[in-house]
């Protein structure tokens, strides 16, 4: 496995930024090399959400199709939703549960029900795509927070129907992935992977109030 941040979300006013396609292209020109051993090679580029809304995705499907010979394939969100969901179920024992996928330009909801799949919406807001939009100051002030959260609220809450209360939470993406490696952290505590960690409200809202008062540079070096 390898994964390369190319930020591709990070761009301004709805476009890809001219770094993060370089950046992209770079990373798979080495993944590639890294895997090739002479035999013929079966190639699968998926796109999401930051190359779907972008004005400018051609830029990179064609430079991607240029330098390494690859055709991207751009998913629908409901798709996107439906992969993460099955994704899911393939790993964790779950029934009925409730899928949030967060990446760096949206965030999809999808309900699990007795193990059948229903997309529900996607929202801008991606961890990227929401911090251009509404933290503008390093830590970010309450009035901003206080902005973002009601702009999630109200983008969340109308899709939601009413869960049962057995029904897990399940997030996946980088971002909860960190949020998990920081909980351990601070705990001293270790683990190989992070996946199926369970983390309580009580530990995300710890996190939360910890980590809007620090700048940057300390987020990082936790």
Excluded: Y
């Excluded at 330098?67 to 964790?92: D, F, N, Q």
């Amino acid at each position: 496995t390898s994964r390369a941040e190319t930020r591709l979300a990070a761009g301004r006013r709805g476009a890809l930024p001219g770094p993060a396609i370089r950046a992209t292209v770079a990373a798979t020109r080495r993944f590639l090399a890294r895997v090739d051993d002479g035999r013929p090679l079966r190639v699968v580029a998926i796109a999401t959400s930051a190359v779907r809304d972008a004005r400018n995705a051609h830029r990179l499907i064609d430079a991607l199709r240029q330098a390494t010979g690859i055709e991207v394939e751009v998913l629908g969100w409901e798709e996107e939703a439906r992969l993460g969901a099955m994704a899911a179920l393939a790993s964790l024992p779950l029934r009925d549960a409730l899928v949030v996928d967060l990446g760096g330009g949206s965030l999809e909801l999808t309900l699990v029900q007795d193990g059948s799949i229903t997309p529900l919406a996607s929202v801008p807001l991606g961890a990227l795509r929401a911090t251009r939009r509404f933290l503008r100051h390093d830590p970010p002030t309450p009035p901003e927070l206080q902005t973002l959260r009601r702009e999630a609220a109200d983008l969340i809450g109308p899709p939601l129907p009413p869960l049962p209360t057995h029904a897990r939470l399940v997030g996946l993406g980088g971002t909860f992935r960190t949020l998990a490696r920081m909980h351990l952290a601070i705990r001293r505590r270790h683990r190989a992977t992070v996946h199926g960690f369970v983390l309580r409200h009580a530990d995300v809202a710890a996190l939360g109030q910890r980590l809007q008062s620090l700048p940057l540079r300390r987020r990082r070096r936790l």
